[in-house]
């Protein structure tokens, strides 16, 4: 007995020389709300707590309560970075239950704003990046970059962020001979200004705070499951684009290569981001070349297209900036969902932050967070509970009840 | 007053709105020639800018933020979901719209708003607590 | 001009001409950015709100010590400055020297990190050791600088002895002597951190601790911890500008008598030192970590000051 | 090399230091403002003359909008929009319109409702 009260001292002790550092839910590095329980030592981290569910909204039950066009809309309002990508795949699932081909012009369409969609993105994510290094120029450069695609995207449907691009058998903002000039001139301008982008975050200062920093090497990517471009940073080289062609990227295999970097380290995954641009710069000239002819939607009214849909299932993948993003759509066949299951790319992305954190300091966080792009609002869902590593894993009051509530979010 | 300082708070919004209040600092928009100023304190705030229909896990933080900012205070819906909820509405975890939990004291409607309506909002709220 | 009288306008004079500094930072800085950024004016709108807020004091601070610093840290701040621009007025050494005024200034950035660490905010906490450690960094090469010019010039610590020191040398100090242009380097290389601004800003990273040992004072508090800022990087710029290249002598005699123009003068150059120091590394640096920063200021600034002092004991 | 990259950066920030500033100086100065175009989806307006009543566009409204009125006429709660527009693309009369009104801002949202 006295042998146990002695253990309990020095774990009292170590509690006692470590500060617990709560990471949000609401911290200006962070544009959502995650919280991360950050116990460190000093500057160095030594353990990381994640708790998420802060924007859970309920998207999936709500979605099964309503009828499959007011559904797009709804889960495009999963996320306004990459709310095509949702679509995009929320509608493919739709489109194979009910057997409705989409014509080459809108499948090339729905490609064109996926791939800006994708550069928006990742110029976005650039920027934060520069942010939360505290390099306050870059970030407005950057962002003022990223207008350029936001106009594009006005112009071409109307909104900045959410396109509603998508609809049941095709696309519903058809590209004039005018626009099309319009992007590719705006595709030459950001092509320029990606580079410029580039050189900046190979400067020494900014170098110094993102290289051999949050590594996650080959195996821990594979054994972890991550995806999108923080699998790519560290050399895994999967990408939804060639594994699984969807949309118009059958035939446009040859137009873009991707991109893998070794190090598995912060500026690996921007350098991925990065050069990705590019790719999608020249995914978007090749579309711009080659773009059929025909209409873009079919010419019944929704409510037809609806009725057509039978009872069934779907599995759907796209690959969205940060990932692959997954969904399961069951019908009931009467225009409503039996079940809309999605499983996003931040969500894979996001357990292998506690290899990358640990070790590192307290200067470090936001930019290794930032470094998966992690954006929440379709993510936070679950609870993690991390216990002390090198400890046998214990389930104490605190959690039994996390995962209570866990249980309870899901009903 | 001269120099509304902004703090955004995100009760589970899409991000759309979120994006968009950050480009409005931007040099294209530039937010703080109006003197206006992200801060990530809510000590430091005048103006709280709240994004998102307010899930259930939100809502205690959004009360105490609304608490730890000092008087004299403005609260600004931006977005429709902060705004009425829409289309969020119906959820069990979500227990907004914002004017639900506290006095909102101006609504930016739009799914995102463009950032100068959501400079316009600011300004609004801000002329109208403080003429 | 009579010490007294100097003495007595310069706090206001000071107030005023550093919060202009600041809004003039802030704008070159939104210009540098393609913006148009605040109006010139904007740190006095900012004030006058934050003196009109409520005050909150957390309950997990304590009180007094929270409350009472940064009205400590602002009026120690002030006074040093005042020192300065009224020994620069009167063109007298009675009130205070060098130290005096470099220990001031030190000691408002102190009351501001007890304040804040007082809070009871885990990141205040911080923020505390970070500006500890970031402190130990340049206020010992920064001291040492200035320990070489006093051995250099005349030997005096008194601010209008240095400075008439240039005059009848004809040159400002930093040109008359390598050990002088060494200690002048070293200055200029502390003042980033000094006044805690990219890259050097760690103690009040925004993305990482939020604003560190500020993070809850608001209102007046938070409106005196930023006049305290204000008034000791106007002042590490004056200083600077008067200590180390006193530029107006290079204009000659009737410029000198002036003391309107002169005092001008330096105030332009302050301004210019400002640019180069303060607004230009927070524009296009990105933020260091603590450790990097560390190492930067242990080789270079006190590689410098240090050769500076043995130049200058030697002679050179 | 790393200094010249710094360099770089320095060269470009004092540039645009001597440039016209890029920001576009809305409410400021009059007029000036990010152009809108053509297909912008703004505030509603809604031609009641025109309208049947067949009520699909509450069918599709992912907001919840619209409901109906006794005359089995659309009436609009602005303050639910999301500005899909999906309404306006059903209405077979072409009632409903999106005007290129982009500022929705107001002190309070029964302003908002549109019959
Ligand atoms: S996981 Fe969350 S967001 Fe998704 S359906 Fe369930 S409750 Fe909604
Ligand atoms: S969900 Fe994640 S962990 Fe599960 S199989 Fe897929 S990738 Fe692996
Ligand atoms: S990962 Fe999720 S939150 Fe992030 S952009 Fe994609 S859908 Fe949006
Ligand atoms: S409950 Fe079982 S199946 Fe579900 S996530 Fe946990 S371990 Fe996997
Ligand atoms: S536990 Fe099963 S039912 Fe519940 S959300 Fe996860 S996969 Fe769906
Ligand atoms: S209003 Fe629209 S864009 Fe804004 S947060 Fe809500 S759903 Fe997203
Ligand atoms: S769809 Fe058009 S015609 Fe039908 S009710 Fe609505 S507004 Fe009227
Ligand atoms: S634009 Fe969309 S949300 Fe607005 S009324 Fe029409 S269908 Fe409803």
């Known amino acids: 007995m006295v042998v146990k009260r002695s253990t309990e001292r020095t774990e009292k002790e170590v509690e006692y020389t470590r500060l617990r550092i709560p990471f949000g839910p609401v911290h200006p590095a962070l544009k959502e709300p995650v919280l991360l329980r950050i116990s460190v030592r000093g500057e160095e981290i030594i353990d990381v707590d994640m708790t998420l569910g802060h924007v859970h909204r309920g998207i999936e039950s709500l979605a099964e309560g309503r009828n499959l066009i007011q559904t797009l809309y709804l889960i495009e309002r999963i996320c306004g970075i990459c709310s095509h990508s949702h679509t995009t795949c929320f509608i493919q699932a739709l489109e194979e239950i009910g057997s409705i081909i989409p014509s080459e012009r809108a499948l090339y369409l729905r490609t064109l704003i996926f791939e800006m969609e994708r550069i928006h993105s990742h110029l976005l994510l650039l920027g934060v990046m520069a942010y939360e290094i505290g390099f306050d120029t870059l970030f407005m450069f950057t962002w003022h970059v990223r207008e350029k695609i936001l106009d594009l995207f006005e112009k071409i449907t109307g909104n900045r962020i959410h396109h509603a691009m998508n609809t049941i058998g095709g696309v519903r903002w058809d590209l004039t001979s005018q626009m099309a000039g319009e992007v590719k001139a705006y595709m030459r301008e950001i092509e320029k200004s990606t580079k410029y982008i580039h050189s900046a975050f190979t400067d020494g200062t900014v170098e110094k705070r993102i290289c051999n920093l949050g590594v996650l090497d080959y195996n821990d990517a594979i054994k972890l499951c991550v995806v999108g471009p923080t699998a790519r940073g560290s050399g895994v080289n999967i990408d939804v684009r060639k594994d699984h062609p969807y949309a118009a990227y059958d035939e446009l295999k040859g137009d873009f290569s991707v991109i893998t970097r070794k190090d598995g380290d912060v500026y690996a995954r921007t350098e991925v981001r990065i050069f990705e641009v590019f790719e999608s710069i020249n995914i978007i000239k090749a579309i711009l070349d080659r773009l059929p002819n025909g209409s873009i939607r079919p010419e019944e009214n929704v409510f037809r297209i609806m009725k057509r849909i039978p009872e069934g299932e779907a599995v759907s993948l796209v690959e969205a900036p940060r990932g692959e993003l997954l969904y399961f759509v069951k019908t009931d066949g009467k225009g409503g969902l039996i079940r809309l299951k999605v499983r996003t790319p931040t969500f894979s992305n996001l357990l292998s932050l506690k290899r990358m954190l640990v070790g590192c300091e307290i200067a470090d966080i936001p930019v290794i967070v930032a470094s998966i792009d992690p954006c929440l609002s379709c993510t936070n869902r679950v609870t993690i509970i991390n216990q002390e590593k090198g400890k046998s894993k214990v389930i104490d009051m605190d959690s039994l009840r996390r995962m209570v509530r866990r249980k309870w979010m899901r009903r | ?131 | 001009m009579d010490a007294a009288i100097a003495f007595l306008i310069s706090p206001p004079a000071v107030l005023l001409i550093s919060l202009l500094f600041e809004g003039i930072d802030r704008k070159i800085h939104a210009r540098m950015q393609k913006r148009i950024g605040p109006p010139v004016t904007q740190p006095f709108y900012d004030l006058i709100k934050l003196f009109s807020k409520e005050r909150i004091v957390p309950i997990t601070a304590s009180a007094r010590v929270f409350e009472t610093m940064p009205m400590i840290a602002a009026a120690v701040s002030l006074l040093g400055a005042s020192i300065l621009l009224s020994n620069i007025l009167s063109g007298s050494s009675v009130i205070g020297d060098l130290i005096l005024v470099m220990y001031l200034l030190a000691m408002s950035s102190v009351a501001l990190m007890i304040g804040g660490s007082a809070s009871g905010n885990p990141y205040g906490v911080v923020g505390f050791s970070r500006k500890m450690s970031m402190m130990i960094a340049y206020e010992i090469p920064m001291f040492i600088a200035i320990i070489s010019v006093a051995f250099g010039s005349s030997p005096s610590l008194a601010i209008n002895n240095i400075i008439r020191f240039q005059i009848s040398l004809g040159l400002p100090l930093a040109a008359s002597r390598p050990s002088m242009a060494l200690a002048a380097a070293t200055f200029l290389l502390c003042m980033p951190a000094a006044a805690s601004v990219v890259p050097f800003d760690i103690p009040e990273a925004k993305t990482e601790i939020i604003y560190g040992f500020l993070i809850e004072y608001g209102g007046p508090y938070l409106a005196l911890a930023k006049i305290a800022k204000a008034v000791s990087n106007f002042a590490l710029t004056l200083l600077a500008s008067a200590v180390f290249l006193y530029v107006p002598l290079l204009l000659g005699e009737n410029v000198l008598l002036n003391l309107g123009i002169s005092l001008s003068l330096c105030l332009i150059e302050s301004l210019l030192i400002m640019f180069v120091t303060i607004t230009v590394p927070r524009t296009v640096l990105a933020r260091l970590k603590i450790g990097q920063a560390f190492k930067f200021y242990w080789m270079l600034p006190l590689i410098l000051s240090i050769s500076s002092i043995i130049l200058s004991s030697v002679g050179l | 090399m790393r200094a010249l990259r710094v360099g770089k950066m320095l060269r470009d920030t004092l540039r645009s230091l001597f440039r016209r500033p890029v920001t576009v100086e809305y409410m400021t100065k009059p007029g000036s403002m990010v152009p809108l175009p053509e297909r912008f989806r703004g505030k509603l307006t809604y031609d009641k003359s025109a309208c049947i009543g067949c009520l699909l566009c509450i069918r599709v409204c992912p907001g919840g909008v619209i409901t109906s009125t006794e005359e089995r006429k659309a009436s609009f709660n602005i303050s639910r929009c999301i500005f899909c527009g999906q309404c306006v693309e059903i209405c077979p009369k072409g009632a409903i319109k999106m005007s290129s009104q982009f500022e929705v801002v107001t002190y309070d949202k029964n302003g908002l409702l549109i019959k």
């Not at chain 2, 900012?69 to 914002?98: Q, R």
């Open chain 2, 1 to 131: 007053m001269k120099s509304p300082w902004i703090f955004h708070l995100n009760t589970g919004s899409c991000n759309g709105c979120d994006i968009e209040i950050v480009a409005a600092f931007t040099p294209r928009y530039d937010l703080e020639r109006f003197g206006c100023l992200l801060v990530g304190s809510p000590r430091h705030a005048d103006v709280l800018l709240v994004t998102g229909p307010v899930t259930r896990q939100m809502l205690p933080r959004l009360i105490r933020v609304y608490e730890q900012i000092p008087e004299p205070k403005v609260v600004v819906a931006v977005g429709t979901c902060a705004s009425s909820g829409s289309p969020f509405l119906g959820s069990e975890m979500v227990e907004g719209p914002v004017d639900r939990i506290i006095p909102v004291d101006a609504y930016i409607v739009g799914c995102p708003p463009r950032p100068e309506a959501i400079a316009r909002g600011i300004i609004m709220a801000v002329m109208s607590k403080f003429r």
